[in-house]
């Protein structure tokens, strides 16, 4: 056991009860958190992960109210006899919405607010200022406004203006949730060179099991207690505990446990040579693409098409360039791009909030601009990310109903259509509850519920599962290739990599407003190089089964298609 | 999209000290407040273009013209209507009411072009650093800036719910007010919502980064009066002592 000093963080017997809330959210929690470490910290939605963190710095309960029993020690310190704003110089604390974090009209000036507010002389500031710009990579965008940066360029100045005021520990709260591929790997780079290279102490709230695997310890917490603590290879290849705690286990060991060879390995390079002792079962394999092909014969006429579509924003920003598309009955489409490719322009055309500039979007074969509001969103289905920007009514059953009214049914054909849409996301149990008493995943899935009342064709989903848990998203991802399969068909914009790999059957690439490449996920995804062009990662499976002979979409695909060689 | 209006731009009136800007934003209001005619008027509302123009930010203007034209086109009807005057030219429209409502829209256009052009040369740091040197409490003025930098924040936001109810098929385009009233309900609730959340988010984050703690709060701006602020008080005073003069003329 580490002593009370070799600790940055001690925590022992914490609780914490949010105030009108009716459990405790963290029930007898200890920890150490030892200095000078890399600590992640995974679990559930709701296991108390952010409520830890913002206990750590008197954030609770200074701002936010509730009962707080045990003893913490942040640096030795005792938060209770501390002001918030006292903390900043010894832990900086970086939150997932980097939009609310930055309130100032330069980089620059973001930076300073800390210092200024801390009493540093103007003369001392530039140099703090320059080095933390300097470390968070952000120094020529020195004078640029934030609200022009892109997300990982926000989330790496809201580091950068906790850095300036040279604090030891650091506490990240799902900062890489928001963002696409390329903003988590900057964060990480950042946050790990802080832990490595600058001594600093990292405590990273975390979904992303790939990226956990760079820390050096792992905490599970469920509901409201640790479940597990160890070095992070030991706690994540135990692969049964991750899935019981609601982790998504990391790919590499999960195929190794999948194929029942041990000890299980970790990196890239220890796979592939691993793999050297497994062979390819033809059979297996030839039979993924004859499944794919007989999937594509059930599609029926087309419902979207767009014609060299284009699109500028206010700004004379090109959106959309010469874009054409055309989405047939029953497909499932994932759209992939990196941020401000176009996608989410691209998808606001399918329902008419936005019309082009050039080009013709046809709903069924007949130009949209002819069909009215109430026609097209019983053909279209638009769910955007934030559940919350659409729902307003008391009771989840009469937000659910909305769309219905609107439309002027009469309550004996309301009511079937609420039961039918509320069954298939599996909330019947909780139709009169209050949806801002309810989890994200289970409001992303009222959201669902009432664009499904409409009976909508098409269903269009915007990143559908950013912000989930692993349990969450299987969940939002079994409804939605549910709705697939009963005949809807499904447009859904995602950063998620394996989510595209293993649910969708047809992948588009955009990038800079065009679209790039078009086409079955597998051949899209494993055979052309145009995921690389695109600006995003190539799921680890493709990866490593190519080098196999063939293109696996998931781990189970390529953990039935391997057998041992015989010797 | 850019919802700021501020406009990174280095002209002679983005170099001016925030104190003289805000002071030639006091001196604009009493322009305006101060005539009656609409010739005079006019040229107070040519004085204000021609600030923007220097400024370079017609551009900002230009994008709430439709507010403009509707605030001018209001106030002429409204007070054309409503003013008794005694020699009628249609209707209820006589040539004291037109003028007086023609005064009146000149007034407020002229108002808010000033406001646009102070903040389009203006940084909210700058204002607020501007406001603190005038005397005002720390507190006050950060929360004066804060309100501006939820503007965008707002508008942003209601866009967002404004599309996501339309694709459950929500139709504001009525011709009915009270319709669109009870229609903006599905609205309000969310925006509402989601702009209290992130004011706990702001809250939370500016604490963290040490917002009130030192007594002795430094700044990073330099804020000084140079040669070309006192060049706009003298500039300034001899256009007060001009109309001055005219006004003792005529």
Same mark, same amino acid.
């Given at each position: 056991?580490?002593?009370?000093?070799?600790?940055?963080?001690?925590?022992?017997?914490?609780?914490?009860?949010?105030?009108?809330?009716?459990?405790?959210?963290?029930?007898?929690?200890?920890?150490?958190?030892?200095?000078?470490?890399?600590?992640?910290?995974?679990?559930?939605?709701?296991?108390?992960?952010?409520?830890?963190?913002?206990?750590?710095?008197?954030?609770?309960?200074?701002?936010?109210?509730?009962?707080?029993?045990?003893?913490?020690?942040?640096? #030795?310190?005792?938060?209770?006899?501390?002001?918030?704003?006292?903390?900043?110089?010894?832990?900086?604390?970086?939150?997932?919405?980097?939009?609310? /974090?930055?309130?100032?009209? +330069?980089?620059?000036?973001?930076?300073?607010?800390?210092?200024?507010?801390?009493?540093?002389?103007? +003369?001392?500031?530039?140099?703090?200022?320059?080095?933390?710009?300097?470390?968070?990579?952000?120094?020529?965008?020195?004078?640029?406004?934030?609200?022009?940066?892109?997300?990982?360029?926000?989330?790496?100045?809201?580091?950068?203006?906790?850095?300036?005021?040279?604090?030891?520990?650091?506490?990240?709260?799902?900062? +890489?949730?928001?963002?696409?591929? /390329?903003?988590?790997?900057?964060?990480?780079?950042?946050?790990?060179?802080?832990?490595?290279?600058?001594?600093?102490?990292?405590?990273?709230?975390?979904?992303?099991?790939?990226?956990?695997?760079?820390?050096?310890?792992?905490?599970?917490?469920?509901?409201?207690? !640790?479940?597990?603590?160890?070095?992070?290879?030991?706690?994540?290849?135990?692969?049964?505990?991750?899935?019981?705690?609601?982790?998504?286990?990391?790919?590499?060991?999960?195929?190794?446990?999948?194929? #029942?060879?041990?000890?299980?390995?970790? +990196?890239?390079?220890?796979?592939?040579?691993?793999?050297?002792?497994?062979?390819?079962?033809?059979? !297996?394999?030839?039979?993924?693409?004859?499944?794919?092909?007989?999937?594509?014969?059930?599609?029926?006429?087309?419902?979207?098409?767009?014609?060299?579509?284009?699109?500028?924003?206010?700004?004379?920003?090109?959106?959309?360039?010469?874009?054409?598309?055309?989405?047939?009955?029953?497909?499932?489409?994932?759209?992939?791009?990196?941020?401000?490719?176009?996608?989410?322009?691209?998808?606001?055309?399918?329902?008419?909030?936005?019309?082009?500039?050039?080009?013709?979007? !046809?709903?069924?074969?007949?130009?949209?601009?002819?069909?009215?509001?109430?026609?097209?969103?019983?053909?279209?289905?638009?769910?955007?990310?934030?559940?919350?920007?659409?729902?307003?009514?008391?009771?989840?059953?009469?937000?659910?109903?909305?769309?219905?009214?609107?439309?002027?049914?009469?309550?004996?054909?309301?009511?079937?259509?609420?039961?039918?849409?509320?069954?298939?996301?599996?909330?019947?149990?909780?139709r009169h509850e209050d949806p801002f008493s309810l989890t994200k995943g289970q409001r992303q899935r009222v959201a669902v519920a009432a664009i499904l009342a409409l009976r909508p064709e098409v269903l269009i989903l915007d990143e559908p599962t950013t912000g989930l848990d692993y349990l969450e998203l299987q969940r939002m991802m079994e409804l939605i290739q549910q709705l697939n399969e009963q005949g809807h068909t499904i447009i859904m914009i995602t950063h998620s990599m394996w989510v595209a790999a293993e649910y969708a059957r047809r992948v588009v690439l955009m990038k800079e407003g065009r679209i790039i490449a078009d086409g079955k996920t597998r051949e899209v995804l494993g055979t052309s190089g145009k995921v690389k062009e695109a600006g995003i990662k190539p799921p680890l499976m493709v990866a490593l089964s190519n080098r196999m002979g063939f293109t696996a979409l998931s781990i189970e695909e390529m953990a039935r298609c391997l057998k041992r060689k015989s010797i | 999209m850019n919802v700021f209006l501020y406009q990174d731009k280095d002209t002679f009136f983005h170099r001016l000290d925030p104190r003289t800007k805000i002071f030639i934003l006091l001196f604009s209001f009493f322009l305006t407040i101060f005539f009656k005619h609409p010739l005079f008027l006019t040229g107070v509302a040519l004085f204000m273009l021609i600030h923007g123009y220097l400024s370079q930010c017609i551009a900002n203007i230009l994008?709430?013209?439709?507010? $403009?034209?509707?605030?001018?086109?209001?106030?002429?009807?409204?007070?054309?209507?409503?003013?008794?005057?005694?020699?009628? $030219?249609?209707?209820?429209?006589?040539?004291?009411?037109?003028?007086?409502?023609?005064?009146?829209?000149?007034?407020?256009?002229?108002?808010?072009?000033?406001?646009?052009?102070?903040?389009?040369?203006?940084?909210? @740091?700058? $204002?607020?650093?501007?406001?603190?040197?005038?005397?005002?409490?720390?507190?006050?003025?950060?929360?004066?800036?804060?309100?501006?930098?939820?503007?965008?924040?707002?508008?942003?936001?209601?866009?967002?719910?404004? @599309?996501?109810?339309?694709?459950?098929?929500?139709?504001?385009?009525?011709?009915?007010?009270?319709?669109?009233?009870?229609?903006?309900?599905?609205?309000?609730?969310?925006?509402?919502?989601?702009?209290?959340?992130?004011?706990?988010?702001?809250?939370?984050?500016? @604490?963290?980064?040490?917002?009130?703690?030192?007594?002795?709060?430094?700044?990073?701006?330099?804020?000084?009066?140079?040669?070309?602020?006192?060049?706009?008080?003298?500039?300034?005073?001899?256009?007060?002592?001009?109309?001055?003069?005219?006004?003792?003329?005529?």
């Amino acid at each position: 056991m580490l002593k009370a000093m070799d600790s940055a963080v001690s925590v022992k017997n914490l609780s914490f009860r949010y105030k009108h809330g009716r459990e405790k959210v963290l029930k007898d929690l200890s920890l150490e958190v030892p200095s000078g470490s890399m600590l992640v910290i995974m679990g559930r939605s709701g296991a108390g992960k952010s409520t830890f963190c913002a206990c750590l710095n008197g954030l609770i309960p200074q701002l936010i109210k509730g009962d707080l029993e045990g003893e913490i020690r942040t640096l #030795g310190l005792n938060p209770r006899d501390r002001k918030v704003a006292d903390f900043a110089r010894f832990m900086g604390i970086v939150f997932q919405d980097f939009e609310s /974090q930055l309130f100032s009209t +330069t980089v620059e000036l973001e930076v300073a607010f800390g210092l200024e507010n801390l009493g540093v002389p103007r +003369t001392e500031m530039k140099a703090r200022i320059e080095e933390a710009l300097r470390k968070a990579g952000l120094s020529k965008l020195k004078g640029r406004a934030p609200s022009t940066l892109s997300g990982g360029q926000k989330q790496r100045l809201a580091i950068a203006s906790a850095l300036a005021l040279n604090p030891t520990l650091f506490c990240l709260d799902e900062p +890489t949730t928001d963002l696409d591929p /390329q903003g988590k790997d900057e964060v990480f780079s950042i946050t790990s060179e802080l832990w490595k290279n600058e001594g600093k102490t990292i405590l990273m709230v975390e979904h992303e099991t790939e990226e956990a695997l760079q820390a050096e310890y792992i905490a599970l917490f469920q509901g409201g207690a !640790l479940k597990e603590f160890g070095r992070a290879q030991e706690v994540l290849n135990n692969i049964d505990l991750l899935k019981e705690a609601g982790v998504r286990p990391p790919e590499i060991p999960h195929l190794f446990h999948l194929l #029942g060879d041990y000890p299980l390995p970790f +990196t890239k390079e220890d796979a592939i040579r691993r793999l050297s002792s497994f062979e390819l079962d033809k059979d !297996l394999s030839s039979g993924l693409e004859e499944n794919d092909r007989e999937k594509e014969r059930g599609y029926g006429n087309e419902v979207i098409g767009i014609e060299s579509v284009h699109y500028d924003y206010p700004t004379g920003v090109k959106a959309l360039n010469n874009v054409s598309l055309s989405v047939r009955q029953g497909e499932f489409l994932a759209i992939l791009g990196q941020n401000g490719s176009g996608k989410t322009t691209l998808v606001k055309h399918f329902n008419n909030l936005i019309s082009p500039r050039h080009g013709k979007v !046809l709903l069924k074969g007949e130009p949209i601009q002819r069909k009215s509001i109430e026609e097209i969103c019983q053909t279209v289905g638009l769910v955007f990310q934030n559940p919350d920007h659409q729902i307003f009514c008391e009771r989840v059953e009469e937000d659910v109903a909305f769309s219905l009214r609107l439309l002027g049914l009469s309550p004996h054909e309301i009511s079937p259509r609420v039961d039918s849409a509320l069954k298939a996301v599996d909330l019947e149990s909780l139709r009169h509850e209050d949806p801002f008493s309810l989890t994200k995943g289970q409001r992303q899935r009222v959201a669902v519920a009432a664009i499904l009342a409409l009976r909508p064709e098409v269903l269009i989903l915007d990143e559908p599962t950013t912000g989930l848990d692993y349990l969450e998203l299987q969940r939002m991802m079994e409804l939605i290739q549910q709705l697939n399969e009963q005949g809807h068909t499904i447009i859904m914009i995602t950063h998620s990599m394996w989510v595209a790999a293993e649910y969708a059957r047809r992948v588009v690439l955009m990038k800079e407003g065009r679209i790039i490449a078009d086409g079955k996920t597998r051949e899209v995804l494993g055979t052309s190089g145009k995921v690389k062009e695109a600006g995003i990662k190539p799921p680890l499976m493709v990866a490593l089964s190519n080098r196999m002979g063939f293109t696996a979409l998931s781990i189970e695909e390529m953990a039935r298609c391997l057998k041992r060689k015989s010797i | 999209m850019n919802v700021f209006l501020y406009q990174d731009k280095d002209t002679f009136f983005h170099r001016l000290d925030p104190r003289t800007k805000i002071f030639i934003l006091l001196f604009s209001f009493f322009l305006t407040i101060f005539f009656k005619h609409p010739l005079f008027l006019t040229g107070v509302a040519l004085f204000m273009l021609i600030h923007g123009y220097l400024s370079q930010c017609i551009a900002n203007i230009l994008r709430v013209k439709f507010p $403009i034209l509707l605030i001018a086109l209001f106030s002429i009807i409204t007070w054309g209507l409503s003013v008794k005057g005694t020699t009628p $030219i249609w209707g209820r429209f006589s040539e004291e009411s037109l003028r007086y409502g023609l005064a009146v829209a000149l007034k407020l256009d002229s108002m808010i072009i000033a406001g646009i052009v102070f903040l389009s040369t203006t940084r909210n @740091e700058e $204002i607020s650093s501007g406001v603190i040197r005038l005397g005002i409490p720390y507190k006050v003025s950060f929360s004066l800036s804060l309100a501006l930098r939820m503007i965008p924040t707002l508008i942003e936001t209601a866009t967002t719910v404004i @599309e996501a109810q339309r694709s459950r098929g929500l139709d504001l385009r009525s011709k009915n007010i009270f319709t669109r009233m009870k229609r903006s309900i599905p609205l309000l609730a969310p925006i509402f919502l989601t702009t209290i959340r992130t004011t706990n988010q702001l809250a939370m984050a500016l @604490e963290a980064r040490g917002f009130g703690l030192s007594k002795e709060r430094t700044s990073y701006q330099e804020i000084r009066f140079k040669g070309r602020d006192y060049g706009v008080f003298v500039i300034l005073l001899i256009v007060a002592l001009l109309i001055g003069f005219i006004l003792l003329r005529g």
